[in-house]
């Protein structure tokens, strides 16, 4: 498709005809070829659209047709990996869901833990979506919900501790933590003054939002504003970042792979000249993607993988038994030979395309 034909044969023409008069200005030079340019567009872009519609039933055929192909291939070549990552998360699950049907509930703990369990039922569904990803081989885009995964571990790993070792203090962070959805609202509502439809309900939170400041206080108004009692008295001089409550968590061993994953969250110039996609041992800095890849699932297929087992873990451990030891045991071995398999596909495609 060449997008620059049409322009050509229309400036051609255009400037034929308009030497005809020798008197023009080039103020009204530029308002006749604006004119001529709009009418030209009006007229031709009505052909163009139907023809690109009569041709949309057998493009698109062909283009799903290639993707299907290639999906199969896909899949063929990571199977065992995926399936690995298929039966962890569909183990976790079911572990997550036994909570309702097994737990004795008589102490109020499902009721203590509810918002937890809802932490954790994402986790599964932001599993699942790394898993298709995958499977139609979009790599950053697995990155990317990678990342929310890692999230959610770090914060259901900082609420669970807190529950295992200082039931007051859970008690008061979790009604800090649910209280917190009227910050996240208030920041998504109000500093849009072009919303005039949502006058009303910006009027409420704003009132909503200074009622839970006065129960907080104002720090509570500041990113990850929840988390200040579990931090030192100094630290609410400043702000709460994430890579803290990464520290709180034990997990600043991830924060390069997290920060590697904001890359393919945010455009910018790196994250646009870097993909997961690309082998290593090529210069990519002139090659544009436009689709999936079956090279680069290794790392975000292990680090889903890691995560979900770190965070159905501590899930297991905040009641623990021998049945819950078992599981773990075996969350941890199913990972272990998943990620096993996600390195030695992802080294052989290295070796096949460094022979060819």
């Known amino acids: 498709m060449i997008l620059n034909t049409r322009h050509r044969q229309f400036e051609e023409e255009f400037y034929k005809n308009i030497k005809l008069d020798k008197d023009i200005t080039e103020e009204k030079l530029a308002s006749l070829y604006m004119k001529a340019l709009i009418n030209i567009v009006e007229k031709t872009s009505p052909a163009t659209f139907k023809s690109h519609v009569d041709e949309m039933p057998l493009a698109l055929k062909e283009e799903r047709s290639e993707i299907e192909e290639f999906e199969k291939r896909l899949i063929n070549t990571w199977r065992n990996a995926f399936d690995c990552l298929e039966i962890l998360t569909m183990i976790s699950e079911t572990i997550s869901t036994a909570y309702f049907d097994e737990e004795d509930s008589e102490d109020g703990f499902l009721e203590e833990i509810d918002f937890l369990l809802k932490i954790h039922s994402k986790s599964i569904v932001i599993a699942k979506e790394v898993s298709v990803l995958l499977a139609s081989g979009f790599v950053d885009g697995a990155m990317a919900r990678w990342r929310s995964l890692h999230e959610a571990n770090v914060i259901f790993h900082i609420l669970a501790s807190t529950f295992q070792t200082d039931r007051e203090m859970f008690s008061k962070i979790k009604k800090r933590f649910l209280d917190y959805s009227i910050v996240d609202e208030y920041k998504r509502f109000v500093p849009n003054k072009n919303i005039k439809k949502e006058i009303e309900i910006k009027k409420n939170i704003n009132a909503r939002f200074r009622k839970v400041k006065e129960k907080y206080g104002s720090n509570f108004g500041k990113q990850h504003g929840w988390a200040y009692p579990l931090f030192p008295k100094n630290k609410e001089e400043n702000i709460i970042l994430f ?18 994953a904001n890359h393919h969250v945010h455009i910018s110039s790196l ?86």
């Not at 890579?243 to 590697?260: G, M, S, T």
């Not at 451990?317 to 969350?331: E, Q």
């Open 243 to 260: 890579r803290d409550l990464e520290k709180l968590a034990d997990y600043e061993n991830i924060q390069p792979y997290y920060k590697e």
């Open 271 to 356: 994250g646009i000249n870097e993909s997961l996609s690309f082998m290593p041992f090529y210069d990519n800095s002139t090659t544009y993607l436009y689709g999936p890849s079956n090279y680069g699932l290794s790392k975000p297929g292990q680090l889903t993988s890691n995560s979900l087992v770190q965070i159905t873990t501590k899930l297991l451990l905040i009641k623990p038994n021998m049945d819950k030891f078992i599981f773990i045991k075996v969350l941890l071995s199913f990972a272990e030979k998943g990620n096993s398999e996600f390195n030695e596909i992802q080294q052989t495609i290295k070796e096949e395309e460094l022979k060819s």
